[in-house]
């Protein structure tokens, strides 16, 4: 099987860089659409589609993972537009997220459900890889973006957005974005030993925290041509460590 890197495109990156081919991937969860090119090396995934029809909460996320490991992806980096909560995050902020609270409710949100696939519980302390977060923190710098290279995002189900109460709580417990993708696709590639990280793109301040809630997806498509080259970069030079499934489980 090939080695692979992976790129998850959210909300304003659907569509891959031309010259990639579309495929259908059949999994256990039903198909996948993906896209390879670039020497057959890299995988693209939409997770809301190219026609942005798929809602957050209604996304096959198992079946996204699980194709990206059928094609051979070892390191994915996932893109997701979200609400600035913290004050240093306005619009078109840009955060390599290192935590997530899990807000969603009623996905499918593992592959070890104690049916066939049998029960895991799986290390989470760490959601995000820190090496691949490391690299885009450094690199982004040289494609021309000032990454915050911390912050903890919280997930909700969407589609709807919070109010701004919730959006209080949400800041009483730490979180500096919201968002309504990264969970349950962060720990269903750490399920599948699938390196993970994402690059967030505040696109709006998230409710209440400045006046009313304005998207403005041009702040992302602003800086889509940095994001997929950056991307590409930290997935192809990264050194990720190889053993760190077998110290997180003990074994």
Request: aromatic fraction near 8%; proline fraction near 7%.
């Amino acid at each position: 099987m090939p080695h692979r890197i992976g790129i998850i495109g959210g909300s304003g990156v659907e569509r891959p860089e031309a010259g990639f081919t579309e495929t259908v991937v059949e999994t256990p969860y039903g198909p996948a659409l993906a896209w390879i090119g670039d020497g057959d090396e890299v995988v693209f995934l939409s997770r809301h589609g190219v026609e942005h029809d798929v809602p957050p909460h209604r996304v096959n996320y198992r079946a996204n993972v699980k194709a990206l490991q059928i094609l051979g992806v070892d390191r994915v980096i996932a893109s997701f537009a979200v609400g600035g909560i913290a004050d240093d995050i306005p619009p078109g902020g840009v955060v390599a997220p290192d935590q997530i609270i899990d807000f969603t409710s009623g996905r499918d949100f593992t592959f070890f459900d104690g049916s066939e696939s049998g029960l895991k519980h799986t290390p989470f302390t760490e959601p995000f890889s820190p090496q691949l977060r490391a690299a885009i923190v450094a690199r982004g710098t040289e494609h021309g973006l000032a990454i915050r290279p911390t912050g903890t995002y919280i997930c909700t189900n969407g589609p709807r957005f919070e109010t701004a109460a919730e959006i209080r709580m949400a800041r009483l417990l730490g979180a500096d974005v919201v968002g309504m993708t990264a969970m349950p696709e962060a720990i269903l590639a750490r399920e599948l030993e699938i390196h993970y990280a994402g690059i967030a793109v505040s696109v709006n301040w998230a409710a209440g925290v400045r006046g009313p809630l304005q998207v403005d997806f041009g702040a992302l498509e602003s800086i889509r041509g940095k994001l997929l080259p950056l991307m590409l970069e930290v997935l192809r030079t990264t050194d990720l460590d190889t053993d760190v499934w077998s110290r997180e489980s003990g074994d």
